[in-house]
């Protein structure tokens, strides 16, 4: 019996969705590219499925990310949470302005080109590790979690030098990010992660004011300090943000990246046999892999049209972009990966105001990553059956539990 659900009854996003999220966006692409769904968490959402919807709405001033707008009147949210709220991505101008403006100097393309020797050591030294580790086992299988030893370690550590962050909690910090962007986690789980980052930043603030050094985290207390850019709350939020933004996305670039490599390889060698392919690769990678799934959450003030569908007012948006990056109306051939197509334009890091801050030091990263692990690990294989391979119950992050990799 075949069963008709009306056009915008919402649909669960189903089980099947944190497995494959692309199989369930290309269906919906082909019948039904603005819809209404419940996300795992359980809320109504619209999808906006295809690339020239998608790169409209994400520029569309009339799509609000200050959904705190939508609050009844006098709603104060849990304090081990509510923290967590004050930042870029839930601000309209002028706040968003006023807030990216604090740290967009710190990522433009020339400033983060001057961290390429220091994201080369590092990634020379957890190359090493690796290594070493298999040279003192010649008995074992050589098999590794490639997310524990590189892609993960890699990204975490850049970002946490950068802001100024010592060493020693960033696998706590870890369990905390995984809690707060799964889509699994009861409420209690949530509040327990959200209050332990509160302690940790509030922590880490008050070591930071005693003794200030040259680093983002100290020009932002003093961008606090002296004048009034942010207050208090909005500067725990930015350090959330840009720690939790800073490594959660290219974790996944890394190593679906890596992943999609492994699948497909004829595009390893052809990599592994020309380097200078590098930058176009990582935006073929980062068009493939799509280390996102969508956008964080919009809302239309008013009711608004999008694809000849009318949304009404006040509902969230997930503008889903890794959908987008294999729309065959934009990308021939979308789920084929070609290392030498010009894959320009794919929205992996968003577009319009809200476009990632961070996108040079992620390509710089990736670059360096793919490039380091290929010519030192030729024979990099996948250690387990394809299909063995879990993703993280996320509605946000398309990212792998684990990627346990042979290092040949
Ligand atoms: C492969 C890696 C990355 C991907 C795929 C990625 C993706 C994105 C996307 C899609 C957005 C826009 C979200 C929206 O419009 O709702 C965004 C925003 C942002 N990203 Fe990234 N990102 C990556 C790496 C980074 C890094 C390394 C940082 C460093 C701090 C960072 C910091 C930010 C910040 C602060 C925003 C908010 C910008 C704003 O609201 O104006 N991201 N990112």
Known sequence: MTETTAPFEPKPLGDGYFQDPLSVFARMRAESPVTSVITPEGQRAWL?????????????????????????????????VGFLMAHMLNADPPDHTRLRRLVQKAFTPGRVAGLRPR???????????????????????????????FA??????????????????????????????????????????GGAM????????????????????????????????????????????????????TVNLIATGTLALLAHPSEFSRLRADPSLLPGAVEELLRFANPLNHATDRYAPEPLEVGGVMIPAGEPVLVVT??????????????????????????????????????????????????????????????????????????????????PVRLG
């Not at 295809?50 to 849990?78: I, M, N, Q, T």
């Not at 298999?134 to 997310?147: E, K, M, N, Q």
């Open 48 to 80: 906006i499925t295809r690339y020239e919807d998608v790169r409209r709405a994400l520029a569309d001033p009339r799509l609000s990310k200050d959904w705190r707008k939508l609050r009844a009147p006098g709603f104060v949210p849990d304090p081990s």
């Open 119 to 149: 994201i080369e050591a590092i990634t020379a030294s957890l190359l090493d590790a690796m290594a070493a580790a298999r040279a003192a086992d010649p008995a074992g299988d050589g098999v590794i979690d490639l997310i524990t030893e």
């Open 152 to 193: 993960f370690p890699l990204p975490m550590t850049v970002i946490c030098e950068l802001l100024g962050i010592p060493d020693g909690d960033r696998e706590e910090f870890k369990t905390w990010s995984q809690v707060i962007l799964s889509s699994t986690a009861t409420f209690d789980e949530y509040r327990a992660a």
């Open 198 to 249: 509160y302690q940790y930043f509030t922590r880490l603030l008050a070591d930071k004011r005693a003794a200030p050094a040259d680093d983002l985290l100290s020009a932002l207390i003093t961008a606090r300090d002296s004048g009034d850019s942010l207050d208090e709350p909005e500067l725990l939020a930015m350090i959330f943000l840009l720690l939790v933004a800073g490594h959660e996305t």
């Open 322 to 403: 890794s959908s987008a990056n294999r729309d065959p109306a934009r990308f021939p051939d979308p789920d084929r990966l070609d290392l030498g197509r010009d894959a320009s334009g794919h929205v992996a890091f968003g577009h319009g105001i809200h476009y990632c801050v961070g996108a040079p030091l992620a390509r710089l990263e990736g670059e360096i990553a793919f490039g380091g692990l290929l010519a030192r690990f030729p024979g990099l294989s996948l250690a387990v059956d394809p299909a063995a391979l879990r993703w993280r119950p996320s509605s946000l992050i398309h990212g792998l539990e684990t990627l």
